[in-house]
């Protein structure tokens, strides 16, 4: 038997009323022929008609495929061959076409395999084979086309080269380089962080940093707010490392600089923080730290998980620090900031102007030390504070004191724990009026 010219493939879209389809290829068994509903291969619930024909047969299904479900129809041949000539024996012509009609049908496959999974050139770029051979896998890197056709190595960050922007351009790598000095309003401005970026003259643009009112790329009046943009994704919506990371600018009274708009919360995210117990975020965290202290208002929200803290935290006026407890599905998940410091304090609030009211708040966090050294974990003194809150706040594996207290005023310390510290577990000096309420100090020395 002759071999058609034949693609062995057929796809089709049921639409839920249809039983019968059909395969417009030959098979030799019933074996070949493959059948597939979405990506899960059938072997039962179907009879196959038209075995050995040139243009195929029919599958009929016992139950009707459902409406919308993408079947797909392949001959998979074994690469075998079964039929061994002997040496002065038969050499018939229906052995011999059945032997030859098993390559050509293997061919038609092949050829299938290279239309449909392939990528090609176009049959004119086999005139040059260097720009046809590809490099060797590097890690971190994708393939890039060069200009004389090739494919080459390239980091993804050196292939961001299509933006053009006219005028001068003003770069920030940081928000918090963004907020330290801010661009002139006449300066087209991009600002890259993690895979987001955005781009502004005169005022916002882009796909993250857009005037509240909607898309409309126009210069925002005088303190008014940008829409909130998520650090992970678009626009008020995406997320990093499973926490929501949102930030909102605004202009200044003079409607010439940015600046973080007022909010509830702001995420160590917002200001570098990368928190994958790795990477130092010292200088994120303290930076969250500078900005609540110098804009007075707002609490730094601390992400799920541990980060890595290498130098000492500090601050000298109230400001309101939280770690998050509680994540999606009710599980409790802590919040905590490991450090290898061993001499000075982890995180110190040191009053040295005179007395604060109201003011500093810690809530629901972690401090781990090295287990050797001096450094103690917290540490609130110097001056007066009143009106303090510490609350579900854990410091452990300090080498010297886990929590110091020292001139605070009517300040509550509510479910607070030191262990296995160097020193103390508490250190109180010098306050009055305070009340620790369901705190403990367990495996401590001193």
């Known amino acids: 038997m002759t071999v058609a010219a034949e693609t062995p493939i057929n796809t089709y879209t049921a639409n839920g009323s249809t039983s019968v389809f059909a395969f417009t290829f ?19 619930g179907f009879t196959v008609s038209g075995v050995g024909i040139n243009g195929g047969g029919s599958v009929t299904f ?10 797909l129809f392949l ?30 049908l293997k061919i038609q496959e092949i050829e299938r395999e290279l239309n449909y999974r392939v990528f090609q050139f176009k049959e004119t770029e086999l005139r040059n084979p260097t720009i046809n051979t590809l490099p060797p896998p590097n890690t971190g890197q994708v393939l890039a086309w060069q200009a004389d056709g090739s494919l080459a190595n390239s980091a993804l960050q050196n292939l961001v080269t299509d933006i053009t922007i006219t005028g001068p351009i003003d770069a920030r790598d940081s928000l918090s380089a963004l907020l330290s000095d801010p661009p002139d309003s006449n300066v087209a401005f991009i600002h890259s962080y993690y895979d987001g970026w955005a781009a502004t003259t005169k005022g916002p643009t882009g796909s993250h940093f857009r005037h509240k009112t909607g898309s409309t790329n126009t210069s925002p009046s005088a303190g008014t707010a940008v829409s909130a943009s998520s650090i992970g ?15 909102a600018l605004c202009w200044d009274a003079n409607g010439d600089e940015w600046k973080l708009s ?22 994120a965290i303290q ?16 992400p799920v998980g541990e980060g890595f803290c290498g130098t000492s935290l500090t601050a000298s006026t ?23 410091i061993t001499s000075g304090i982890l995180l110190e609030f040191q009053n040295s102007t ?16 090295p287990a050797s050294g001096s450094a103690q974990g917290l540490k609130v003194s110097g001056g007066v504070w009143t009106n303090t809150s510490i609350k579900n706040i854990t410091v452990r594996q300090m080498g010297g004191a886990g929590i110091v207290i020292d001139d605070c005023l009517t300040a509550n310390f509510e479910k607070c724990r030191a262990q296995a510290n160097g020193s103390h577990g508490f250190t109180i000096t010098g306050s009055n009026g305070l009340r620790l309420i369901g705190c403990m100090s367990e495996s401590n020395g001193g």
């Open 287 to 302: 930076d969250a730290i500078n900005f609540a202290e110098n804009e007075g208002y707002g609490t730094i929200v601390l």
């Open 354 to 369: 005179g007395s604060f009211d109201n003011g500093l708040q810690l809530e629901d966090f972690i401090l781990v030390g």
């Open 62 to 71: 016992t139950t009707n495929p459902s409406n919308g479900a993408i079947l």
């Open 262 to 283: 007022k909010q509830d919360e702001y995420s160590a995210y917002i200001f570098g923080a990368v928190w994958d117990n790795s990477t130092d975020d010292y200088q």
């Open 75 to 104: 001959r998979e041949m074994t690469s075998t061959r079964t039929i061994d000539y002997q040496n002065s024996g038969d050499f018939k012509a229906d052995t011999v076409n059945e032997d030859l009609d098993r390559v050509w």
């Open 318 to 340: 109230p400001i309101r620090v939280k770690g998050q407890g509680l994540v999606a599905g009710a599980t409790r998940q802590g919040t905590s900031i490991r450090t290898n």
């Open 26 to 44: 030959r098979i030799e068994n019933e074996s070949e022929l493959k059948i597939y509903i979405g990506d899960v291969e059938q072997t039962s």
């Open 233 to 247: 994704g678009g626009d008020g919506t995406g997320s990093t490392t499973g926490q929501s990371a949102q930030i």
